[in-house]
């Protein structure tokens, strides 16, 4: 629209500097009107001495070029005339026509030609009323003024609503705003944003904007949207890193729905691959945000842990991991179909080199290369034994108990992510866990485990193994989080259980071996304590958001002591 509007100017100019008044003449408007005597003398000139060319009969409709004093020059077939202007009555539209201007910053002249000065200017969408119209010029009112514009900038259809320049504006909420169909709270939902989407904004009504995201269009609140981008809250007190799940869309394309249903509103179609982030979880469907800031539900059951597979192989800057089960195979290739090279057990340190499909490359302790199922690596160190000379390793109450040990979290579900990232508390709670197994064992008891690799394991299903398997005790083994100055342990019951004293013993015993703060105990309505039949109890052991606590909780030695105190107190719980 810019380029032809200064293409006209140019073209307008070079008209005006070598033929203003031809290009003038030519522009003249007409008026029509009609003939009110009976017959009428057109003459050569406006003088009642001049010769008589012609004449016009009552009710002719002629068309007016010009006016000079009392006389009109009307159109006439060999030319123009002139006649008395008494005897003419001009038309007015009975009703006027509405027109919209179409370009920017046009000019309205005064008269019907370029040459004439320009009386005002008007903008793209401005409504006005169209008075006349001539072969190339229109003349419209605004207000309460006249004026002639080009038929080029004038359209009797309403510009589609774009406004001359994009306007953008930010998403700025607590949770997520809905992007709608319609103007009105009651509209159906298209799209869930996050806060910080940026929006194209194409118009306003009233109190919501109709914006474009992504591709889509549709309406939101305008006191949700806030021109600035919304920075970042500068406080003084480090906040605790959200917990941040990854998952990745598995089959061609996954449908994200407005409700954690299949007959939910299907708000976007996400591609294989695609990385979500997931902030909840109901009936098997999860919460998920987009990389674009899309917010809705897909199903559990079409998501990855990983990136979907492919051949590539990633390098890795060269790790070190810890085996976390015994008799893992170790094979040829990134498969469970290829040949079994060796083998590996708990606690063995590995070199990790690269990953393909799920698959690590490692160098065993051995110096043998090979394959292994990633899942059973951890980054963290899990040690050789169960701690030092000065742990308790006196446990005879434990002796044929059944005791289930609950890492929690695991796979796609990191849990509590540590200060400056460097733990994740599902990588904490699988190696304590797998410490007190070795602990609990070591003393006779049968010990289960909910997992025994960083997988994900549903938080419902966890309770419902403990019953299963009907055992004798349940440890879920967490770590905390919260503001950074937060430290110490916690055990928790379920709410009106008679498992206190497990949880009170249990207590005593990693706060007397690990020496961190006593936070004491309590009930809670937690879900793997709620739907558990089984003594259950679930312990936090210590802050990964505390920079302190968390490089003395990281440590094996830690863990030992903490594995030892647990085992201290379901011994005294048997007892
Ligand atoms: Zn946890």
Not at 163 to 191: C, F, G, I, M, W
Not at 247 to 252: H, L, W
Not at 349 to 373: A, E, R
Request: proline share 4%.
């Amino acid at each position: 629209m810019k380029k032809l509007t200064s293409l006209a100017l140019v073209l307008t100019f070079i008209v005006s500097l070598f033929t203003p008044h031809a290009y003038a003449a030519k522009e003249t408007a007409y008026t029509k009107a009609k003939v009110t005597a009976s017959s009428l003398n057109v003459r050569s000139k406006p003088d009642l001495k001049s010769k008589v060319i012609g004449k016009a009969k009552k009710n002719e409709t002629v068309l007016i070029a010009s006016e000079m004093g009392k006389w009109s020059k009307i159109i006439v077939k060999k030319g123009t005339g002139w006649v008395y202007s008494q005897y003419l009555k001009k038309e007015t539209t009975p009703t006027h026509k509405v027109g919209y201007i179409t370009a920017k910053a046009v000019n309205v002249r005064k008269k019907a030609t370029t040459s004439s000065a320009v009386s005002m200017t008007l903008n793209t969408g401005d409504k006005v009323t169209i008075l006349q119209t001539t072969s190339s010029w229109t003349k419209i009112q605004k207000g309460s003024k006249v004026g002639w514009v080009s038929n080029r900038y004038v359209s009797n259809k309403a510009p589609t609503k774009k406004p001359a320049k994009k306007e953008y504006a930010y998403v700025k909420v607590s949770d997520y705003l809905t992007l709608r169909a319609k103007p009105s709270t009651r509209s159906k939902s298209l799209a869930k944003l996050k806060s910080g989407v940026k929006l194209t904004v194409l118009s306003t009504s009233g109190k919501w904007k109709y914006v474009e995201v992504n591709g889509k269009k549709g309406w939101v609140a305008a006191s949700y949207l806030s021109a600035k981008k919304p920075g970042k809250k500068t406080t003084p007190k480090p906040k605790p890193k959200p917990e941040t799940i990854i998952v990745y869309v598995g089959s061609g394309t996954l449908n994200l729905r407005d409700t954690a249903s299949t007959a939910g509103h299907v708000v976007s179609k996400l591609k294989v691959g695609d990385p979500l982030t997931v902030s909840k979880e109901k009936d098997g469907w999860l919460y998920v945000t987009t990389k674009s800031g899309e917010c809705g539900w897909v199903s559990k059951r079409y998501v990855l842990n990983t990136p979907p597979k492919t051949d590539e192989v990633k390098s890795l800057a060269t790790k070190t991991g810890y085996v976390t089960v015994n008799d893992l195979n170790v094979r040829s290739n990134a498969g469970t179909s290829y040949k079994v090279v060796t083998q590996v057990n708990q606690a063995d340190k590995v070199t990790v080199y690269s990953s393909k499909n799920g698959w690590l490359h490692i160098k065993t302790p051995k110096g043998i290369k090979g394959w292994v199922n990633k899942h059973y690596i951890s980054y963290l160190k899990i040690p050789k034994d169960d701690g030092g000379q000065h742990l308790p390793s006196n446990f005879s109450h434990l002796k044929g108990k059944t005791i289930m040990i609950d890492p929690g979290h695991g796979g796609h579900d990191s849990g509590a992510v540590g200060y400056k990232s460097v733990v994740y508390e599902k990588d904490l709670a699988l190696s304590t866990s797998i410490i007190l197994a070795r602990k609990l064992r070591a003393a006779g008891a049968k010990v289960l485990m909910t997992r025994s690799s960083d997988v994900f394991i549903e938080l419902a299903e966890r309770p419902q193994m403990s019953n299963r398997a009907h055992v004798d005790a349940f440890v879920a083994v967490h770590y905390n989080s919260g503001p950074s100055a937060g430290h110490g342990l916690e055990t928790y019951y379920q709410q009106g259980s008679k498992y206190r004293n497990m949880a009170s013993y249990i207590q005593s015993g990693i706060v007397k071996y690990t020496g961190l703060t006593n936070r004491g105990i309590g009930p809670n309505n937690l879900q793997v304590l709620r739907t558990n039949t089984r003594p259950c109890v679930l312990v936090e052991l210590g802050f990964v958001s505390n920079p302190k606590e968390v490089s003395i909780i990281k440590t094996a030695t830690y863990q030992q002591k903490a594995a030892a105190g647990i085992a201290v107190g379901l011994n005294k719980y048997f007892k």
